[in-house]
């Protein structure tokens, strides 16, 4: 007797575990990596400052593939904003970017890194390491910081989301550690120079 009210009253539960499955819009955080990964690897490559990827690179496993994370899975299915999101990285703007970044990168900018002048930040800019070695580095600097930071706004503002901006910042300073060239300098997020 008591049985039927539990599987009522479990049923009742269930519906009302369905029905407030709420949509959230979240930072494409894979989509941004590959994009950024794109990005910058045409600025190293393009200005000669690294080598192409090689098909030994890491290859990041299929959106979408991974096991379910739990029983309740089963019961109430996953609800997402969008199958495959991606992010929108090709504008006038990055492309214009894009090209002055190149051309810096293919010019001073990479005698700077490879002397060990400057190096990246953790916050997606470039900074001086060494003065000494690097008279008058603070103009090409000050120029290669204010297209990054138009670059990540203008992202962030293509995709409709400004509020995006620092995790797309985020994810684009640590794709350029990650694709810089042996040898090159960037600074951690307690501030101390490392060499890669």
Known sequence: MMRKPLIVFGLFVLV????????NV?????????????????????????KPAS?????????????????????IPAAHAAEAPDLQIRTPETDAIRQRMTSRFGGQLKTLFNAGAVGFTADGLVAVRDAAAAPGADGVVSE???????????????????????????????GWIQKAPPGWYYRDASGAWKRK
């Open 144 to 174: 290669e910081n204010a297209d990054r930071n138009a670059l990540y706004q203008a992202i962030a503002k293509a995709n409709g989301h400004p509020d995006w901006e620092p995790q797309i910042r985020k994810t684009f300073a640590d």
């Open 26 to 50: 979240y930072f494409p955080e894979a989509a941004a990596q590959k994009a950024a990964d794109q990005f910058i690897g045409t600025v190293l490559e393009d200005s000669g400052a690294a």
């Open 16 to 23: 009302a575990l369905v029905g407030c499955v709420t949509i």
């Open 55 to 75: 098909k030994d690179d890491k290859v990041p496993p299929p959106a979408g593939k991974q096991p379910s994370a739990s029983l309740l899975d089963l019961v």
